[in-house]
């Protein structure tokens, strides 16, 4: 009886034991029966399925003991990464994901090239077929065993690898030659070789009479890195040696290709830039009309010389009639390409609704005596044609004056000058009052001669100086300033400053003590005379308020002498008083 009590209670016993006392670590997360039997501890590997773990058994590690991976009991000590069972073979140069190369089943790597292509220097052309330790120098390394292979990351540009072979190269000489390090601009990258199919020079494609084989009939001075992409550089002496046209002396384009194709012997040739900046000869109604350049260039040894009447020449009456009545009309080729330039009736050039229409004496003039040096950018200035027309006039000498160039302020369009308008009169001369009623009669001032400088009333107004009688301005010396007394508006009322001049009337005692002139000037046909005595100042009692002055006379210039104001206060007694 206590026998088997033992037996019970060491069987509770265990079954009691707390789980950290498992053989296998407290995280073992499955039951016992899965890999053990009531038979013993030895285990059942075939009751296991380690597919049910984290780590699912396929290729090799089918094959491998449970010990390789799990060297203790407890199973989760193992980790799931390769590195925590493999030596990194590359140490840390690739990464330490093993499976983006290899796989469960064998190390050999047999798709270098593809798994190139996802890095930063996908394998093509040359570099597909070529060994890895050919850019990969250190991947055996000579201290360590044959195994160890490093993949150290590399530089992506050409030269990084290409250097020696860029220093090496002679034939062109790279360096003498400033050549780029970056292979690629002159090498294709998927070629097997540098020269030949290899070169890159799609920069400037060699097609046509370009494909040449010998690189120095274009590179002639030995250097490959400064020659030029225009078609002069290389065919300059070509574009001097052309006479038919002489493209030259015509200044054609030196871009040859404006005209010229890759063809050999550089024909057929096409001048289509004629339509544009010339005229239409592809295009148009002269399009299919003409043969050779001859047929409108007759002088081959200049171009810039053409005909349009020698092919119109049997319309000359025609032409002459349709264009009856156009300003400037005139039978001659620079005049039917000037009106027509691209060659249509349609939209043909009119002068009169240009910036400078023809009017007056202009309709009478042809073409050419204005556009003497061709059509474009003739001047609209009058002195451009008429500075001959002004420099030779007399009457008046318009540069002696400094009369305006600009016809078009006196002048119209009306022929012979005339009549003339003379805007500017101010500034020789203010018209005003009532010299406006004959402001645009010149020859009432002027008698047809313009250069005599009229500046002055009396010039043209002597015979009304002379002629006036109240008063006599003549006999009397008045000044010969009309202005002085005075307006243009009108000759009365009139203004003489006699109290500055001469005597006091206006202010002083005399004010408001007359009435005319002849009171006091009682010659009318001499103002310079004039009277104090008689009927104004009687000598009695002149001669009673003088008795003490020394001198005393009765006369009117001995009066103004010692009165010039008319005053008695400002009387002149200086020395004059009888002594006591």
């Known amino acids: ?28 997360g499955f039951s016992c029966t899965d890999c053990h039997n009531t038979s013993g501890w030895k285990v059942d590997l075939n009751s296991f399925n380690h597919n049910s773990t984290n780590f699912l058994l396929v ?78 120098t250190n991947l055996i390394s000579a201290s360590v065993s044959a195994s160890f292979l490093r993949f150290d990351p590399l530089g992506i540009e050409c030269i990084d690898c290409h250097r020696d072979t860029y220093l090496a190269t002679t034939n062109p000489n790279h360096i003498q ?75 054609f384009s030196t871009q040859c290709k404006d005209c010229h194709t890759l063809s050999p012997g550089w024909k057929p040739a096409e001048y289509r830039e004629h339509d544009v900046i010339s005229f239409p000869i592809y295009s148009g109604e002269h399009n299919g009309e003409w043969n050779s350049c001859a047929d409108c260039h007759t002088n081959t040894s200049n171009y810039s010389q053409f005909t349009c009447i ?6 000359r009456a025609d032409s002459d009639e349709d264009h009856g009545g156009v300003a400037g009309y005139e039978y001659s080729s620079p005049a039917c390409f000037a009106c027509h330039p691209l060659g249509t009736e349609e939209g043909a050039f009119n002068h009169n609704i240009s910036a400078f229409p023809l009017t007056g004496a202009h309709t009478s003039v042809n073409c050419s005596d204005c556009h003497t040096a061709g059509y474009d950018g003739t001047s609209d200035v009058c002195s451009s044609c008429h500075t001959n027309d002004y420099t030779q006039t007399t009457n008046p000498n318009h540069v002696a004056i400094s009369i305006s160039n600009d016809c078009a302020l006196c002048h119209s369009t009306i022929a012979n000058w005339e009549p003339a308008t003379f805007p500017v009169h101010n500034n020789y001369y203010l018209i005003e009052g009532a010299h406006l009623s004959i402001a645009n009669d010149c020859f009432t001032c002027h008698q047809g001669d313009y250069n005599t400088a009229i500046n002055s009333c009396y010039t043209c107004h002597a015979t009304d100086y002379n002629q006036t009688s109240d008063p006599a301005h003549s006999v009397a010396n008045f000044p010969t300033i009309c202005e002085d007394c005075h307006s243009q508006n009108a000759w009365t009322p009139s203004t003489f400053n006699h109290d500055g001049l001469y005597f006091p009337i206006y202010s002083g005692r005399h004010n408001n003590e007359w009435n005319t002139c002849s009171e006091c000037h009682t010659d009318p046909g001499n103002f310079a005379v004039f009277t104090c005595t008689t009927s104004c100042h009687p000598q009695s009692e002149t001669d009673n308020d003088h008795q003490d002055v020394n001198a005393y006379t009765y006369l009117s210039s001995a009066c103004l002498s010692c009165h010039p104001t008319g005053s008695e206060d400002k009387s002149f007694q200086k020395n004059i008083y009888r002594s006591n």
């Open 310 to 315: 020698d092919c119109h020449e049997h319309n």
């Open 177 to 251: 030659s400033n050549f780029s390090t970056n292979c690629i601009d002159c090498h294709k990258f998927n070629s097997y070789a540098w020269l030949g199919s290899g070169i890159n020079h799609d920069f400037f494609p060699l097609t046509g009479v370009h494909e040449v084989n010998n690189c120095t009939e274009c590179h002639t001075t030995g250097s490959f890195g400064d020659i030029s992409a225009e078609c002069v550089s290389c065919h300059q002496s070509d574009y001097n040696a052309t006479s038919n046209p002489n493209h030259s002396s015509l200044n």
């Open 59 to 136: 290729g090799q590690h089918q094959t491998v003991s449970c010990k390789d991976c799990h060297s203790s009991l407890v199973f989760d000590q193992a980790g799931d990464e390769c590195k925590d069972c493999h030596v990194d073979m590359h140490q840390q140069t690739v990464g330490l994901e093993c499976d983006r190369c290899h796989t469960p089943n064998s190390w050999v790597v047999n798709n270098v090239t593809q798994l190139h292509q996802m890095s930063r220097f996908p394998l093509v052309g040359a570099h597909s077929e070529a060994d890895c330790g050919q850019c990969h």
């Open 1 to 28: 009886m206590r026998k088997l009590s033992l037996v019970i209670g060491i069987v509770m016993f265990s079954a009691n034991l707390p789980a950290q006392d498992s053989p296998h670590g407290d995280k073992l």
